[in-house]
């Protein structure tokens, strides 16, 4: 079975600054997905970005991208240019390419501070 | 933008109690999935659906909950006799193409047991 871990349950980050969240995971899947979704205070979660693992390259969303290690088992997520909009939890997730759900981990809370 | 909607937003209902949550999925989407979130927990799956039949459900699932479509427009989540630690919050999500490129999640149904 896959883990997701988030090992930061809370941050904060002033605003126009820059913020990285991390999230490793654990998987004998060679052929995978990775996400980030982000849950503001309306609770609908919506998400950020997603990386495939068999592409070498970040993905990146205007402020948003990722720092996908696939040998260290590592999917950290940086905001650049931190707005108060972004105050929210952000839950890493891990997809497994045969399978029909997502792994959650237990998420960072983050408060963008004025 | 289309959305997932969820009603109601919050119910409350009496331990053993039959509940219905009731999800909306973005119409030209063909996987629906419901999934819990218990206070201060991770976000869990619980059931995948497509082509009017369950395709992977969780150890959660078991005889106490059913999924439904009856009407081709909505998607139900049904808890047979409700308990205490069936309190959380419920998530329905739709995708197109199936999970790993995403999914629209709605805004939840807080589902308190008494």
């Known amino acids: 079975a896959q883990t997701v871990t988030q090992s930061q349950p809370e941050m904060s980050v002033q605003e126009a600054e820059t913020v990285t969240l991390s999230c490793t995971y654990d998987?004998?899947?060679?052929?995978?997905?990775l996400f980030w979704y982000k849950q503001p205070p309306s609770r609908q979660m919506i998400l950020v970005i997603r990386?495939?693992?068999?592409?070498?390259q970040n993905a990146t969303e205007n402020r948003f991208s990722v720092n996908f290690q696939k040998a260290a088992k590592s999917f950290s997520l940086k905001i650049s240019d931190s707005q108060l909009g972004d105050t929210a939890m952000y839950f890493c997730a891990f997809g497994g390419a045969g399978s029909y759900q997502l792994t959650f981990g237990k998420g960072t809370k983050l408060s963008v501070i004025p | 933008e289309p959305e997932v909607t969820q009603t109601p937003s919050h119910q409350v209902t009496q331990m053993g109690q039959e509940v219905i949550l009731r999800c909306v999925p973005i119409?030209?989407?063909?996987?629906f999935y419901w999934y819990r979130q218990i206070l201060g927990q991770k976000v869990e799956f619980l059931v995948s659906?497509?082509?009017?039949?369950?395709?992977?459900k969780s150890e959660i699932f078991d005889d106490q909950f059913s999924v439904e479509r009856p009407d081709g427009s909505n998607f139900t989540l049904k808890i047979r006799s409700t308990k205490l630690e069936d309190s959380a919050m419920y998530f329905c999500?739709?995708?197109?193409?199936?999970?790993?490129?995403?999914?629209?999640f709605g805004s939840g149904t807080r589902l308190t047991v008494v």
């Open positions: 659906f497509y082509n009017n039949e369950i395709s992977e």
């Open positions: 119409s030209n989407h063909l996987y």
């Open positions: 998987t004998s899947e060679n052929n995978y997905y």
């Open positions: 999500a739709s995708s197109v193409t199936g999970p790993l490129y995403g999914y629209t």
């Open positions: 990386q495939e693992a068999y592409k070498q």
